[in-house]
């Protein structure tokens, strides 16, 4: 499974990130932005996306109005409880509805839209998904903002 490469037990090491050490950040934020746009549009496909720690889906919630609760739909990020597991980590349980397909990112396609080579957004994706993990390793705190 492609997730038990981010259970971590050690620190990441700098070599274990060649791609990130070869990029700048203005090329890094292009990658993730290319790959923002490209699980947004498997969103409205009504599809999820597994990047590997997790998977972006629209859940079903019900949303609090003044009339009383309302059933809407919201893209979330849901960890893979092994994850949670392993890394201790706590955090509401949503779930992906079961009519929802879940996909892997589309590494060819996002790279046709940014103009790096597929490996380069692949390894991109995969080095920053290490470092996350080994920031949760450390029990640093980890913010990941995306659009």
Request: with cysteine; glycine share 4%.
């Amino acid at each position: 499974a492609k997730m038990q490469r981010y259970l971590l037990y050690n620190a990441v090491e700098p070599e274990e990130l060649p791609t990130l050490k070869e990029l700048n950040t203005i090329e890094i934020c292009k990658i993730w932005s290319g790959m923002s746009r490209h699980i947004y549009k498997k969103l409205l496909k009504k599809k999820a996306v597994d990047i590997g720690v997790g998977s972006f889906a629209v859940v079903p919630v019900h949303a609090n109005v003044e009339e009383g609760t309302l059933p809407v739909e919201r893209p979330m990020f849901i960890m893979s409880k092994t994850l949670k597991m392993f890394y201790n980590l706590e955090g509401d349980e949503a779930k992906i509805p079961d009519d929802i397909p879940v996909v892997q990112p589309n590494f060819e396609d996002i790279a046709a839209h940014t103009h790096f080579r597929h490996e380069i957004v692949e390894h991109c994706v995969h080095e920053t998904l290490l470092y996350f993990a080994g920031a949760l390793q450390q029990n640093k705190e980890v913010e990941f903002t995306f659009r």
